[in-house]
């Protein structure tokens, strides 16, 4: 299968039109921000149109931040015309500030090594629940969360820095 690359300005416009049509887009995740449950270049992500009424703390979207960056996180805070997002491999404090005109999507599903999970489904939900508790309980000054994303990343091959030859 031939790749190409794109532009995420070119590339979300064609999925903001497809979204305003009423149709379902999927886009295979690029960054680390969502770790360790979905990982870049391996898995990708199901958008939906948002319905406003499920835009509560857990929702996962995806959106624009103050800082003009493409995320799609999970909501930990709902105010008036904005929602805070905070991804799954940042830590708790590593948010950002999304208007809710600026959400294009909802996540409603996933494809993993070709299985595809929808994020109504009881797994995802238990590990949501998990990982909210995970950053709240705390062990010293880290919190569970932060013990689990160090030793997810010690672990995953993709972390470990390798030597380079010198050119």
């Given at each position: 299968?031939?790749?190409?690359?794109?532009?995420?300005?070119?590339?979300?416009?064609?999925?903001?039109?497809?979204?305003?049509?009423?149709?379902?887009?999927?886009?295979?995740?690029?960054?680390?921000?969502?770790?360790?449950?979905?990982?870049?270049?391996?898995?990708?992500?199901?958008?939906?149109?948002?319905?406003?009424?499920?835009?509560?703390?857990?929702?996962?979207?995806?959106?624009?931040?103050?800082?003009?960056?493409?995320?799609?996180?999970?909501?930990?805070?709902?105010?008036?015309?904005?929602?805070?997002?905070?991804?799954?491999?940042?830590?708790?404090?590593?948010?950002?500030?999304?208007?809710?005109?600026?959400?294009?999507?909802?996540?409603?599903?996933?494809?993993?090594?070709?299985?595809?999970?929808?994020?109504?489904?009881?797994?995802?939900?238990?590990?949501?629940?998990?990982?909210?508790?995970?950053?709240?309980?705390?062990?010293?000054?880290?919190?569970?969360?932060?013990?689990?994303?160090?030793?997810?990343?010690?672990?995953?091959?993709?972390?470990?820095?390798?030597p380079t030859a010198n050119k």
């Amino acid at each position: 299968m031939e790749t190409k690359v794109i532009s995420n300005d070119v590339m979300f416009a064609e999925v903001k039109k497809f979204i305003s049509e009423g149709c379902s887009v999927e886009i295979r995740v690029k960054g680390n921000s969502m770790n360790p449950f979905l990982a870049s270049g391996r898995d990708t992500i199901v958008l939906s149109p948002v319905i406003m009424e499920d835009l509560g703390p857990g929702a996962f979207v995806l959106g624009r931040d103050s800082f003009g960056r493409w995320v799609a996180h999970r909501i930990v805070k709902v105010a008036e015309d904005y929602v805070i997002l905070n991804g799954d491999g940042n830590f708790i404090k590593a948010t950002e500030r999304v208007e809710k005109s600026d959400i294009l999507a909802q996540v409603t599903g996933f494809v993993r090594k070709g299985r595809r999970c929808s994020t109504d489904g009881f797994s995802w939900k238990a590990y949501s629940a998990y990982w909210k508790v995970a950053g709240a309980l705390r062990i010293g000054s880290w919190s569970l969360r932060r013990v689990h994303l160090g030793i997810w990343r010690r672990l995953n091959s993709s972390y470990i820095l390798k030597p380079t030859a010198n050119k």
